[in-house]
């Protein structure tokens, strides 16, 4: 109950931003017509429908992560995160207080993707709706991310890192715009030790019906997923400990 009260609040506040929630909604369905539109101007394959739409869809997340990050990291310099330190929540309850609100927020921004779509060749399939829940883990993971930031830097800090350094590394280290294999050496080798790339080939399986493949890429994911997770909760218990001192 006392997560529920903290998410209802992080609800209201989130509904409350509408320009941030239309532009993290917005620009990856701009990205998907524009991509889209070159490719239906060159004689290449080079932004398939099946293969980008997983793509702009991670990529997109990352925007959730600013968005979490700069709540969180707000509501640390305010007088409400001082009083709420007064409360008997425990710092899992700010962190799950934080990611309820934000997790239906990504899906939707994932399932606008699809939809769009839809209308830009992509076959209408269960496989679809299996690709949203197989992103799920990537929301989650993206999502931990901003409140980690939050949890440790300013809001201006989490513009600049969550931003800026977060969203280049989704979208080059993920292969939404290129074959990593073309690129080959040291960097191929780096992005796969990353989520970015394992969350978009996870996506791509699903869509595809390839589902063999869908866990070995899917448990990297929910295996950052799960440490960035506990790494927050417990940088936030003890930006909670310093902060009450």
């Excluded at 350094?165 to 080798?189: E, M, R, Y």
């Amino acid at each position: 109950m006392k997560t529920l009260a903290l998410a209802t609040r992080n609800s209201k506040e989130i509904l409350r931003d509408k320009l941030n929630l239309a532009f993290g909604i917005g620009f990856p369905v701009i990205l998907l017509l524009l991509l889209s539109a070159i490719q239906s101007n060159v004689p290449v394959e080079l932004f398939v429908i099946e293969q980008l739409t997983p793509g702009i869809a991670v990529f997109g997340l990352s925007f959730i992560s600013l968005f979490s990050g700069m709540l969180i990291a707000k509501d640390r310099t305010s007088s409400l995160m001082l009083r709420l330190f007064t409360s008997p929540l425990m710092s899992s309850n700010f962190i799950f207080g934080y990611t309820l609100p934000l997790l239906p927020m990504a899906i939707l921004q994932v399932g606008v993707c699809f939809a769009v779509a839809f209308f830009l060749g992509l076959t209408i399939s269960l496989n679809v709706l299996l690709a949203v829940i197989v992103l799920v883990p990537a929301a989650i993971l993206f999502i931990a991310i901003g409140l980690l930031c939050g949890s440790l830097f300013t809001d201006k800090q989490v513009g600049g890192v969550c931003g800026a350094l977060l969203t280049n590394l989704s979208a080059w280290l993920s292969g939404t715009w290129f074959d990593l294999a073309l690129v080959g050496g040291p960097f191929k080798k780096i992005a796969e030790l990353l989520p970015f790339a394992h969350a978009v080939d996870a996506g791509r399986a699903a869509i595809s019906g390839d589902y063999h493949h869908i866990f070995p890429h899917l448990w990297w994911v929910i295996g950052y997923a799960v440490i960035v997770m506990s790494i927050a909760i417990i940088v936030f218990t003890r930006k909670m400990s310093s902060d009450n001192t």
